[in-house]
Every structure is written in C-alpha cells, then in structure tokens.
T-cell receptor, first 110, second 113 residues
C-alpha cells in the first residue's frame, strides 16, 4: 500500500498562479522527497526535506513539513505551462526504499 | 538528465517470455534501486543493491530477479511474463547514505502482449 497520499489528485490552474499540493503520510519518517514526472517519463528529483526541517526552498518551489500532522506541502509559485506534470511525494523511513503516493496531476494552462 | 541510464527504452514481448532490463547508475553511486510503475499499483519499490550486494526487497515477484555487477551496473530479469507485468520500470541510484536523494533513470516501458 502507498503510505504517502497526495491531495488533490488533479489540479488545473492558469499560468502565473500558484499551485499547492499536499502529501499526508502515516508513519515516522527520516525524510520526505518530492519528484516531478512528465507524462510517461522519468522522475525528476525536486527537493528533499529532512524530518528536523520545517521548510525548504528551491527556486520557485517551497516545501513545508509538519511532522506533528504527518503532512507536507509543495508550493509552486508563478506557475508556467512547463510545470504541467505529475508530482509525487515519497517517504523515506526505513533507509532504503522510497514509498510513493499516488501523485497530483498538475495542468497549467497558458 | 539525471546521469542514470536505462536500456532499452521500450520493450514489447509476449506472455511467457523473459526479458532483461539494464541500468547504469551515476558515476560514483554504489546503490541501485528498482521500481515498477503501473496504473493500478502506482510506483512500487522492487529491490535495492549496494556495491554488488542485495540490501532490501520490496514487492518483487519470485519471477523477477536482479543483480548488480562489479562495474555497478544492474540488471532486472523478468521471466514467465504476464499481461499484468506491463509497466514502466525505473532504476534509481544514490550516493552516500540510504537517506540521500535517489536519482531516477528515464525508465523502460515494458508491454506484454
């Protein structure tokens, strides 16, 4: 079963708007990672946030982590059509495998 | 480009057949992970190798096996293929400890007819 669950499953916004995706999980974690996947392609690593961190930024991306609520969010600011993709959170709690959520499909309309 | 390469990109085969998927990790990465992505199961971890040795197993079927060679490339062998094995198969490599980023290859799309 997938431990991470993204919300919403699908999101459609206009170019220039912000996009927020959420991830909830069930167990304790060492870190949480966000990935992007363009249709049928490989996963691109976006950000890794460790359990003792609360927020991380990378360019237009902002990730927050609330371990008390077992949740994380990914914010993409000033979205572009090229941001259209599926976004996955992945939990690392056992030191080996990543456990992925079902993903959020983001559509950014020009 | 993550630096992880996978071949072939596409593979079409018939039920009952056997195939081998190949992965070359990023230079210097000792860990290789294999994942399967299907419409019904999503992304699932299959198996991990570290410097030639199996380190962790996930939801890998007995019909599937993997190995990592001395040059650190890895192969995933799928045998007695069934229609349900049709999926995207990814490998990922990792540097340093098990809590670091995993970098994924472009995947091999397997279609079993």
């Amino acid at each position: 079963s997938q431990q991470g669950e993204e919300d919403p499953q699908a999101l459609s916004i206009q170019e220039g708007e912000n996009a927020t995706m959420n991830c909830s999980y069930k167990t304790s974690i060492n870190n949480l990672q966000w990935y992007r996947q363009n249709s049928g392609r490989g996963l691109v690593h976006l950000i890794l946030i460790r359990s003792n961190e609360r927020e991380k930024h990378s360019g237009r991306l902002r990730v927050t982590l609330d371990t008390s609520k077992k949740s994380s969010s990914l914010l993409i600011t000033a979205s572009r059509a090229a941001d259209t993709a599926s976004y996955f959170c992945a939990i690392n709690n056992a030191g080996n495998m990543l456990t992925f959520g079902g993903g959020t499909r983001l559509m950014v309309k020009p | 480009d993550s630096g992880v390469t996978q071949t072939p990109k596409h593979l079409i085969t018939a039920t009952g057949q056997r195939v081998t998927l190949r992965c070359s990790p990023r230079s210097g990465d000792l860990s290789v992970y294999w994942y399967q992505q299907s419409l019904d199961q999503g992304l699932q971890f299959l198996i991990q190798y570290y410097n030639g040795e199996e380190r962790a197993k996930g939801n890998i079927l007995e019909r599937f096996s993997a190995q990592q060679f001395p040059d650190l490339h890895s192969e995933l062998n799928l045998s007695s293929l069934e229609l349900g094995d049709s999926a995207l198969y990814f490998c990922a490599s990792q540097r340093g400890g098990p809590y670091n980023e995993q970098f994924f290859g472009p995947g091999t799309r397997l279609t079993v007819l």
